[in-house]
């Protein structure tokens, strides 16, 4: 029966992915691999490598380079191997890791980078779980890059993290429990590296923004702004004695991954991480502006220190609100 290298190395998917939870079955998986290379027609030469120690070694389940039809990830979807994003971003997975509260307080792993930035996504016990601490550190680096991972279980998104210095090849992560938190279940992490298109997609059309919030915020004023072409929305709206709530968000992939900074009559107010549209929009509200201010100027600005966020297209909206009460 001929067996391509495919179908090989779905076979070395399927009995590695429960090596975490129990010990990998090298005697079968070697005498199958063995079979399956005595059946080939032709002589091809492929070599399979899966490392999975204990915790504080390296854990790494490198994927292929390439593969011919990356799916599109989900919260449901055990870590695949290669992933795209909608707006064809790839994501290929470096290795995994396990975390169980129940049983320690911590863990730490190691793994190998190439130097593309690198991503954490986590498998959560449940959608709305609160997410421990996890932090990663460049060996002979006296430096913590901590991750946020609010809000990542419920999106089934990857986390991106800072860039690591360059001819960086080892990062070790750390993920603990935050201090008089209590963790439910199981915590699994998949590590990947991602690598954008080569030909940036067209931006989704910006969010329009609701007329009304509840009784009291009436829609004044409203803009938008594509990234990365345009990266600022500037609003000024008359001064009618009513306190201001301002709302911004960012769409597409780029959503709780750029940072944004906002400016009112040329104070700096907020910054933070632009969050996703209504309902999961950043909210902030102003009290009564001094009657010598005859108009309130808000400024929203995108920022990003990942460079590769330049080939990935995003959409901000900010509106504000005239507050009635």
Known sequence: MHIDQGELRDLLVERSSPALDRPIPWHSLRARTRGARRRRL?????????????????????GPEQVDHPTTATVTEKFPIQYEESDGTVYRRLATAAFDPSREESTTFQVK???????????????KAG????????PGLNKDFTLSLMNSCEQGKAVDTQLFPAGTRTVRFSVTTYP?????????????????????????????PLAKIGKDLSLVAKGSATWPGTRE??????????????????GDGLAERLSRKLWVNGRLKDFGDCSLPP???????????????????????????????????????????????
């Open 42 to 62: 032709s002589a091809v030469a492929v070599t399979f490598a899966v490392a999975v120690v204990t915790v504080g070694t390296i854990v790494n389940l490198r």
């Open 113 to 127: 980078v190439s130097g593309k930035p690198v991503a954490i996504l986590p498998d959560c016990p449940h959608p």
């Open 131 to 138: 997410p421990p601490r996890v932090s990663v550190r460049v």
């Open 180 to 208: 008089g938190m209590t963790l439910p279940g199981k915590w699994r992490f998949g590590v990947y590296e991602w690598t954008p298109p080569a030909t940036m997609r067209t931006a989704s059309p910006p969010v329009e």
């Open 233 to 250: 929305v500037t609003l000024t709206v008359p001064n009618r004695g009513h306190g201001l709530a301002i709302v911004t968000s960012c």
């Open 279 to 325: 309902p999961g929009g950043g909210y902030l509200y102003l009290g009564k502006r001094p009657r010598s201010e005859k108009t309130t100027t808000i400024r929203v600005r995108l920022e990003t220190s990942i460079p590769e966020y330049l080939r990935r297209p995003g959409m901000l909206t900010v509106a504000v609100y005239d507050d009635v009460r």
